[in-house]
């Protein structure tokens, strides 16, 4: 019975050896035509087709292990990611900074020297700006906080240019959408981080539960000029006419 089985894997064995890969290049087929020549036990035959079975040159490969083409496709992937990397670190330049800013809303002048008297006294006229995707209606002397200004430093003058109306006391001048010859003047005070926020995953029943935090980050500007509008002159309170009035007339009167 053992001979027999021996037989017939033999036979089984050749079969598909035959269609794949010719007797003349296989391993195994040189091994049986030289016992042939010397026979031998049938058990040795038996013994190195199990023990061959290493050497097949029917080769299997798992998914577990690692081949040439993986490692090249890892590194043609690790290579594409150190591109990325090197495209967005790479240095912009100053008209693509300038451009950048121009459609973020704003325009760095350059920083505030000792000798500027940029802050005013309050003025009754009011603006509405874009800044990104955020509007603020702002005055003079008013502090705002805004998403991060990435090409700004902390004491940098800044135009705001999306102007989208001003007003005041006798006029309202609506844009469409933007005054082309409007302007907000601001200065940068700081750039700062917002309160934290919590961001809480879960899924029930699946034992999943997350926890972040984000805190986003802001930049503060000082609001110190509006341009475009008529501003109305200063009104001297009816309280101080009436003192000076009563003034000239304790100093007339001595």
């Known amino acids: 019975m053992a001979t027999r089985r ?5 036979t089984r064995y050749f079969r598909s050896s ?10 195994a087929s040189i091994y049986f035509l030289h016992q042939i020549q010397n026979p031998k036990p049938i058990n040795r035959i038996c013994e190195y087709f199990s023990a061959s079975s290493d050497h097949s040159p029917f080769s299997r490969h798992f998914s577990s292990t690692p ?18 990397i090197g495209d967005e670190e790479a ?18 002048i350059g920083p505030l020297q000792e000798s500027d008297r940029v802050f005013k006294p309050y003025e ?3 603006a509405i700006v874009q800044i990104g995707s955020h509007q603020f209606k702002v005055s003079n002397g008013d ?3 805004t998403e991060m200004l990435k090409f700004c430093d902390v004491n940098d003058k800044l135009i705001l240019n999306k102007v989208l109306m001003l007003g005041s006391k006798s006029q309202t001048i609506i844009g469409r959408p933007i005054l082309p010859d409007a302007a907000v003047h601001a200065v940068v005070e700081e750039h700062a ?13 699946k034992n999943y539960r997350r926890t972040k935090g984000h805190r986003q980050e802001l930049t503060k500007l000082r609001i110190t000029d509006i341009q475009g509008i008529e ?5 001297i309170p009816l309280k101080t006419e009436k003192k000076e009035k009563l003034r000239k007339l304790e100093i007339a009167a001595i």
């Open 193 to 205: 981080l917002d309160a934290k926020v919590i961001i809480f995953k879960k899924k029930r029943r």
């Open 6 to 10: 021996c037989l017939q894997s033999l």
């Open 91 to 108: 240095v912009l330049s100053p008209e693509d900074k300038d451009r950048e800013a121009a459609e973020i809303g704003y325009k760095v």
């Open 143 to 145: 502090s705002i906080f």
């Open 231 to 235: 501003k109305p002159e200063k009104v």
């Open 18 to 27: 035959k269609t794949l890969i010719p007797l003349s290049h296989t391993r």
């Open 124 to 126: 009754p006229v009011f």
């Open 67 to 84: 081949t040439d083409d993986d490692d090249d496709s890892d590194e043609t992937h690790d290579e594409e990611e150190e591109a990325e």
